[in-house]
Each structure stands twice: as C-alpha cells, then as structure tokens.
C-alpha cells in the first residue's frame, strides 16, 4: 500500500504494537484496552524514530506520524473491548 492509506496502515500496525489498541481476535474490530494512553506512546516511538527505518520509509517527518496515530486511536477508541464480543457476551 502506498500513500496516505499505508500511512494510516502503519499508524494502526504501531498502535497495535504499543497495546495502545487492541484486535478482536474474532471480529478484527479495533478496541481500546486502557492498557497505555497516547501520550506515553507517543513518546516512545519518538525516541526511537529516527532510527526506525520501517516507520522513517513511510513518515518523512515524525509529525506526520504522531498526526496520523492521533487520527486512528481517535478512530477507534470509543470502545474498551469490541462491539461484537460484548453485543454476544462473549
Ligand atoms: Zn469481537
């Protein structure tokens, strides 16, 4: 994927990486588990940014990066566990 939809691709990758969201392992819906915040990741993977050559191909700036891992978490964040699980109580 290239351009802006791999960027949002990379961001959620990231942010399942840092547990700042979680994967249903049923549904694939995105669910925030509490487990981090933003700014705690957010600082992390800045740290290491520069020399993250995976992160570095596709964020020029890491900027666009931060902007893009705030666009996904606010995305996906409404929910502490996936809709469909807690609709079937699983
Ligand atoms: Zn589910």
């Not at 791999?6 to 700042?20: N, P, T, W």
């Not at 669910?31 to 915040?37: C, F, H, L, V």
């Not at 996906?76 to 109580?89: A, F, V």
């Amino acid at each position: 994927m290239e351009g802006e939809e791999g960027k949002e691709a990379l961001a959620l990758q990231v942010a399942i990486d840092e547990e700042l969201l979680e994967s249903c392992e049923y549904h694939g819906e995105y669910y925030d588990p509490r487990a981090t915040d933003l700014e705690s990741v957010i600082e992390k993977i800045q740290d290491g940014f520069e020399n993250n050559s995976r992160l570095k191909s596709s964020f020029s700036l890491f900027k666009e990066l931060k902007e893009a891992l705030e666009s996904v978490y606010h995305e996906h964040s409404g929910n502490d566990k996936c809709e469909l699980c807690s609709e079937r109580n699983l």
